[in-house]
């Protein structure tokens, strides 16, 4: 007998599987899908949660008190306008009028 006689009758053997059988494969392999992607979700959902939680509690905040960035030194305001200088409560007369200020 040759090998060709031997695949013939080997195929004649094979019977495809059934409809259902494929349907039944098909939903199962779905529903798997439809689990892990389920329990992924609720995996990130509970971390982000959890950390969420952790990150309120008391214990985890500092003690310290919030206190407002220092004010800059106080000086006198000064400005000039004209040949006039004003610098606090006292004014200075320039020769020409002012162009720029450095106090």
């Known amino acids: 007998?040759?090998?060709?006689d031997l695949l013939?009758?080997?195929?004649?053997?094979?019977?495809?599987p059934s409809l259902d059988a494929l349907r039944?494969?098909?939903?199962?392999?779905?529903?798997q899908g439809?689990?892990?992607i389920s329990l992924a979700i609720a995996a990130g959902v509970v971390a982000a949660t959890g950390t969420g939680v952790l990150l309120t509690r008391p214990e985890h905040?500092?003690?310290?008190?919030?206190?407002?960035?220092?004010?800059?030194?106080?000086r006198p305001l000064t400005y000039a306008d004209g040949n006039t200088i004003y610098y606090g409560n006292r004014t200075v007369e320039a020769d020409r009028p002012v162009v720029e200020l450095d106090v």
Do not use: N
Not at 62 to 74: A, F, G, K, L, R
């Open 24 to 31: 039944d494969t098909a939903r199962r392999r779905t529903r």
């Open 34 to 36: 439809r689990v892990a």
């Open 8 to 16: 013939r009758r080997l195929g004649d053997q094979i019977m495809p």
């Open 1 to 4: 007998m040759s090998e060709l």
């Open 61 to 74: 905040r500092s003690q310290e008190p919030i206190t407002p960035p220092p004010t800059p030194s106080s």
